[in-house]
């Protein structure tokens, strides 16, 4: 609420219902900061038209005449030190508190010569203005943000994020609103470890992302960038609004929240794990928490480093803590955006990276027609580059050397070949031909959110499909016969919809306690039916799914066999084991199908792992032995040859062996799958075998997830084949 000036009030301390202020000191001050200021010039004569006014009429005053004080006061404040008087920023708070205490007047009486005390008078107004032309802040604010879209890189508000936004304090700045930052400081604290920052330790912090934090701005572009259609799910999944108080994107909470959660960080079993700690070995050498296993090793080469990674994650260290990060090496920056995507439950990202040479025009050419194919296609592009100029849309130098590594996203290719780029939040232009002598680009990476479609979705698209083809047919098939077809479409466990073959915890994600009551109350009936689990109760089940989670890995494989074998067939499925083979959301039936191979063979338990393939035949003899289908398990060379894995493969085999899955990985660097059975090594299943330039991939299904195994660099062994046949 904006006071009325009262130009009858006598402006003197003795009068109580008025502001005395004291000019002379409050000069004295601005004349400090004048004389030691390097970087901004005050107006010393800004106040002078005070003396005969009062109340918040001054405020208006003080933002007319600022007029040379540049970004928003943020050098101001830094002058603060030794030099600006904390009496100042006290005679200021004070003109805030006249309005939030709606009293009519304030007076500030002088302590000695440095201190100064804002007292708030008890005469409150009349009764209040009716509440639409009095509304608080904050409800102002909310009821008159302006739309500024979700889409970070339209026409609207900032174009992408601004580091240089992030260097504020919370509630003391006279020329913005002040809850947004305030909020800041209150979402920071409510990071563990940050609880008990104070001010200035959040204001030092935030200080350093505007110096620094480049990377971790281009990581929130990509991330709104790419749920700018999805709100709702970029809520469910961050926790944070998507946009802020003042109607733009929420920047400043994704930022931050990004940077609290990864900052100087390494995870050794995310993506690029290896790499980024290969290259960067010299700025980090040592392993903390404790342990130095990676001095101790002496550590030289690339295979040194992933073995003292896997040596680390052996001992329980999930996080490399650094000295130091390259913030804007592609690899660092995927291994800590592949983390902080998975703890929010948002793993099924695609990426890509370009790499180009400075001075190669014919290659530049193609990386500007690689990159904007991949933005046509959804991807969000980073580059990062170093000693370079950027340009206006007139072709106007706007920065002439931006010195050391700096990451930018790229919105498009222009066609004279520069790349707009969003940096600082403005829309400017990097010529990656004629630049600066020394500028160098580091390489571009591209980053797409899979919009993953579920099994019901893509059944009922190809029922919409299969209805328009059944009324081109003489004789139409029935409503049941399409449903059969439309399942028998989906029940190929190795294809791209849905899990990736089966998973030990499965069975405990579906039926464990307080997910779904009826679907457990189900399950426990049908372990009931089981020998010897007649009288199983709750805690009877939860065991049952916790060995299942535990030790029923050795038994996945022949799982996989078995729904492999069925796949098209869902019907005699059915027929055969009494239930359904595909859920109702879709999904094929495999957990139930794992606990009942587990219950008919005795549940797994640590002494009963058995790899041989002798254990494996007897198993699945034992449960298809009142079956139609019957089974095969052969033995294989210790490290069979492409030519046997694949005519195996051909064949309608699951080819099964055990490696340790801290070597699975995907194809731009380390390990990205977590044991889930703790085990040093995991039993896995192939599903395609690769051979390039004389080195063995895999295909192999982990924990209902498909990953890639290189079989000429990492150890494996047990190697059998599975083949069930109805």
Not at 148 to 166: E, R, W, Y
Not at 291 to 309: H, K, P, T
Not at 348 to 373: A, L, M, P
């Amino acid at each position: 609420m904006w006071l009325k000036y009262d130009p009858t009030s006598n402006n003197k301390p003795a009068n109580a219902s008025s502001l005395y202020f004291d000019i002379a000191g409050f000069k004295q001050q601005q004349n400090n900061i004048y004389n030691h200021e390097s970087v901004q010039k005050l107006d010393i004569s800004a106040l002078s038209a005070q003396e005969e006014v009062s109340g918040t009429e001054c405020v208006g005053l003080l933002i007319e005449h600022w007029k040379d004080v540049a970004s928003s006061g943020d050098e101001f404040r830094k002058f603060g030190t030794g030099v600006f008087d904390p009496a100042l920023s006290g005679q200021s708070k004070s003109f805030i508190d006249v309005d939030v205490k709606e009293a009519e007047s304030i007076r500030i009486e002088s302590q000695g010569t440095h201190g100064v005390r804002a007292l708030i008078e008890a005469p409150m107004p009349a009764p209040p203005e009716p509440a639409k032309e009095i509304s608080p802040a904050i409800p102002w604010e909310e009821d008159n943000k302006p739309d500024l879209g979700i889409d970070p890189f339209d026409n609207k508000g900032q174009f992408g994020g601004d580091q240089t936004a992030m260097q504020v304090w919370p509630d003391k700045r006279l020329f913005e609103l002040p809850t947004e930052d305030s909020e800041l400081y209150e979402f920071i604290r409510k990071h563990p470890g940050y609880e008990n920052y104070s001010d200035e330790a959040i204001y030092a912090l935030l200080s350093e992302i505007k110096m620094n934090g480049c990377s971790y701005v281009a990581i929130a572009n990509i991330i709104f960038d790419q749920y700018k259609d999805d709100p709702g799910e970029f809520m469910k999944r961050f926790n944070i609004p998507m946009t802020a108080i003042g109607g733009d994107l929420n920047y400043k909470q994704l930022i931050v929240d990004f940077y609290l959660e990864t900052h100087n960080k390494l995870y050794p079993d995310e993506m690029c794990g290896v790499i980024s700690f290969y290259h960067y070995m010299d700025k980090f050498p040592n392993a903390k928490k404790k342990i130095d296993l990676i001095s101790e090793m002496n550590v030289s080469g690339y295979d040194e480093c992933a073995q003292a990674l896997v040596e680390l994650w052996k001992h329980g260290i999930k996080e490399i803590y650094c000295d130091e990060e390259d913030r804007t090496s592609k690899e660092q920056q995927l291994n800590r955006l592949s983390h902080y995507l998975r703890i929010h439950g948002c793993d099924e990202f695609e990426y890509k990276t370009f790499w180009t040479s400075r001075g190669d025009v014919e290659r530049q050419k193609q990386i500007n027609h690689d990159i904007q194919r991949a933005i046509d296609e959804g991807y969000t592009v980073e580059v990062s580059a170093e000693k370079f100029a950027l340009l206006d849309e007139k072709g106007n130098v706007q920065y002439a050397n931006v010195d050391g590594g700096h990451a930018m996203i790229v919105t498009r290719i222009m066609p004279n070949g520069l790349l707009e780029v969003s940096t600082w939040g403005e829309r400017l232009y990097l010529d990656p031909i004629n630049n600066n002598p020394d500028m160098s680009i580091d390489g571009f990476m591209a980053v797409k959110r899979k919009k993953k479609i579920t099994p019901i979705e893509v059944n009922g698209n190809n029922m919409s499909k299969l209805e328009q083809f059944n009324k081109t047919l003489a004789d139409p098939m029935s409503a049941e016969e399409m449903n059969e077809k439309i399942l028998a479409a989906n029940s190929n466990i190795f294809d791209m919809v849905g899990q990736y073959g089966a998973d030990p915890g499965g069975p405990k994600a579906e039926f464990g306690n307080g997910i779904n009551p009826e679907k457990r109350k189900e399950i426990l009936n049908f372990i009931k039916r089981h020998q010897n689990y007649a009288t199983c109760d709750e805690e009877g089940l939860n065991t049952v799914l916790d060995e299942i989670e535990l030790y029923g890995y050795e038994c996945i494989p022949e799982v996989n066999a078995i729904m492999y074998a069925y796949r098209g067939r869902p019907k005699e499925f059915e027929n055969e084991y009494g239930y359904s083979m595909i859920r109702e959301d879709g999904e094929l039936n495999t957990n139930r199908l794992l606990v009942d191979y587990c219950l008919a063979n005795g549940i797994c338990t640590e002494d009963d792992l058995t790899s041989a393939p002798a254990a494996a035949q007897q198993r699945l003899d034992n449960f298809l032995k009142d079956k139609k289908a019957g089974a095969s398990v052969k033995k294989l060379g210790d490290k069979p040859k492409y030519d046997e894995l694949k005519k195996k493969v051909n064949d309608g085999y699951i080819v099964s062996f055990k490696a340790n899955p801290y070597d699975l990985h995907n194809e731009l660097g380390s390990g990205n799958s977590i044991s889930a059975s703790g085990q040093n090594a995991d039993r896995l299943t192939v599903t395609r075998v690769k051979e390039k330039e004389d080195q063995l991939f895999y295909d192999v299904a982990h924990c209902g997830k498909q990953h890639r195994f290189d079989a000429s660099f990492y150890e494996s062994s047990d190697y059998y084949a599975i083949k069930v046949n109805i």
